[in-house]
C-alpha cells in the first residue's frame, strides 16, 4: 500500500538513486525536450544506437510530435518505448472539469485535436503492453508513486509547467536525496539540476498558464526490456 504523505515525507530524506549513469544531452530543437529526455536514457541503453547527437534528437522528435503542431505528445512517447521493446508504466490524472477548456493562446479546434490524438494513442499503447495507472486528484499521491518507482530503480520522465510559462517541459527524475529531487534538464545550461520536492511539487500540477490545474502525469521506464 502506498504510505501516506507525511510518511513519505520522512523517508524522502534518505538517498535514493537510479543504478546506472546517464549522460547529459542539451536539447537543440525548441520543443524537443521530451525527445532529448528519451535520447539521454536510451543512450545509457543502448549508446551504440543511440549516440547523444541532433540528428538522434530530430529524428525522435519526429516521431513523438503531433501530427498537428511541433509540440511533443506523451502517449506517442509511450509508443515509441513500446516499439523498441522497453516496459513502460505511465501515470495520469486529468481534471475532467476543465479539460475540454482550451488553456491560452490554443484555439478550440487545435485543443480538440491534441486530446483526440493523446487519447487515440493513449488506446493503443495499452493494447501494446503499456501499464497506464490513473491517478486520483491528490497530488502528493503522485509525488508518493514517484517515489516508489525511484526506490525500485526507475528513470522517470515527468512533465512539469515552468513558471510564466504556457508550454509544458519534460525533465529526467534519476534520484533523490534529502526531500531534494535529482534530475537532468535538457534545457538547462547545467543539465544536472537540484530541484525541491516542494517545487516539484508545485511544478508537475500542469495550468498552461491559466491558473487552472489541468493535470499531472510521468512516465517511467523500467529497465527491463520485453523479451524478443
Keep these: 500500500m502506498t504510505e501516506d504523505w507525511e510518511t513519505k515525507n520522512q523517508t524522502c530524506r534518505r538517498k535514493i538513486r537510479?543504478?546506472?549513469k546517464i549522460h547529459?544531452?542539451?536539447q537543440k530543437k525548441e520543443f524537443s525536450c521530451g525527445a532529448s529526455c528519451l535520447l539521454m536514457i536510451l543512450n545509457a541503453f543502448r549508446p551504440n544506437e543511440y549516440p547523444l547527437t541532433y540528428e538522434k534528437e530530430n529524428s525522435i522528435h519526429r516521431e513523438i510530435k503531433y501530427e498537428s503542431a511541433d509540440f511533443e505528445n506523451g502517449a506517442k512517447m509511450i509508443e515509441?518505448?513500446?516499439k523498441r521493446r522497453f516496459r513502460v508504466k505511465?501515470?495520469?490524472y486529468i481534471n475532467?472539469?476543465?479539460i475540454n477548456?482550451?488553456?491560452p493562446n490554443i484555439s478550440e479546434e487545435e485543443w480538440q485535436?491534441?486530446?483526440k490524438e493523446f487519447f487515440e494513442t493513449l488506446e493503443l499503447v495499452k493494447k501494446q503492453g503499456a501499464e497506464i495507472f490513473t491517478l486520483s486528484n491528490n497530488?502528493?499521491?503522485a509525488l508518493n508513486q514517484l517515489i516508489e518507482e525511484l526506490e525500485v530503480g526507475h528513470p522517470i520522465i515527468c512533465e512539469i509547467q515552468p513558471p510564466r510559462s504556457f508550454i509544458t517541459h519534460s525533465i529526467i527524475i534519476r534520484g533523490l536525496e534529502n526531500c531534494i529531487f535529482l534530475v537532468m534538464d535538457p534545457l538547462a545550461s547545467n543539465v544536472f539540476r537540484r530541484i525541491h520536492l516542494n517545487e516539484l511539487k508545485n511544478s508537475m500540477q500542469i495550468t498552461y498558464g491559466s491558473g487552472n490545474i489541468y493535470g499531472w502525469n510521468f512516465l517511467v521506464i523500467i529497465t527491463e526490456q520485453q523479451n524478443e
Aim: hydrophobic share 40%; net charge neutral.
Design 101 to 103: 477548456s482550451p488553456p
Design 80 to 82: 515509441f518505448l513500446i
Design 139 to 141: 497530488v502528493n499521491e
Design 24 to 26: 547529459p544531452y542539451r
Design 90 to 92: 505511465y501515470f495520469y
Design 96 to 98: 475532467e472539469a476543465i
Design 113 to 115: 485535436k491534441y486530446l
Design 18 to 20: 537510479i543504478p546506472f
